[in-house]
């Protein structure tokens, strides 16, 4: 696990989009994994101004995201359909047809959680899969007791973080208590994991994730299994580490040698 920590949310947003921007110079048909949510909204607009600056394309892009509301469809307002393409799809070059979203309308959404896992799959899996990091733990909306091992399903909501997302919502509107969300073994299945999380409201979540157990009661705790995970903070998200220092001294020993192989 690379923990990178930076000054603030541009920071870590801009280190995010390089992430993003490498890989789609190497693989112009990358097969990217997206999340919702406060957090990536920055690196999505530094991406999007990449994309017109003809910096990069993602004309041969496939996205898929971690999830979405049970009961909502892709025209509501609340949906994360309806946010990624405010957010990203209608402002750059990638195909409609190549983004995908865990149907919220599903008319069997058993049957649907299947269908995606299938999807990724024939995609040939993720290549880099963004992920945000909720108050409790939780990564898409794998809740804490989620499996450690599961796939995309139906998942129950908890208190915490329906409460968390009611500002979202007006006093009278409908919010779903239900989701689809990829599972975390799924997650763990993409080639790469970029994990952002800014402001202090996330550094118990944060210290838990890389310095706690490996545990349900952290489902982040698992990205301590993952061959190649970032976890990419500000000073503030980073502020319950016991071992800043440490990190902030690897993390420029790394910048040493990516510079040194880069004068070969």
Excluded: W
């Excluded at 920071?11 to 390089?18: I, S």
């Excluded at 991406?47 to 993602?58: D, G, P, T, V, W």
């Excluded at 409908?174 to 073994?185: A, F, R, V």
Aim: charge should be negative; aromatic fraction near 6%; hydrophobic fraction near 40%.
């Amino acid at each position: 696990m690379q923990v990178v920590i930076l000054k603030d949310a541009a920071e870590v947003a801009a280190y995010g989009a390089d992430i993003f921007t490498t890989q789609l110079k190497r693989k112009a048909n990358s097969v990217l994994g997206l999340a919702t949510g406060s957090t990536p909204v920055a690196l999505y607009q530094e991406l999007i101004k990449r994309n017109q600056a003809n910096e990069i394309s993602f004309a041969e892009v496939t996205s898929f995201n971690l999830d979405e509301y049970l009961g909502l469809d892709g025209s509501h307002p609340q949906s994360y359909r309806y946010f990624m393409q405010q957010q990203l799809f209608d402002h750059i070059d990638i195909k409609k047809n190549n983004t995908h979203v865990p149907p919220g309308d599903a008319k069997n959404p058993i049957t649907a959680c299947g269908e995606y896992e299938a999807r990724i799959k024939a995609a040939g899996g993720i290549d880099v899969q963004l992920l945000g990091i909720g108050r409790n733990g939780h990564i898409g909306f794998n809740e804490p007791s989620s499996g450690l091992t599961s796939r995309t399903r139906v998942k129950t909501l908890t208190k915490a973080t329906i409460d968390d997302n009611a500002r979202f919502f007006k006093a009278d509107e409908y919010q779903p208590h239900l989701s689809i969300t990829m599972g975390i073994g799924t997650i763990l299945d993409a080639n790469k994991v970029v994990l952002l999380a800014t402001g202090e409201n996330k550094a118990e979540a944060v210290a838990a994730m890389v310095e706690g157990p490996l545990t349900a009661a952290c489902p982040a705790s698992a990205l301590q299994l993952h061959r190649d995970a970032v976890i990419v903070i500000d000073e503030a998200a980073a502020s319950k580490l016991k071992d800043i220092e440490f990190y902030k001294h690897i993390e420029n020993e790394n910048q040493k040698l990516l510079d040194y192989l880069a004068s070969l």
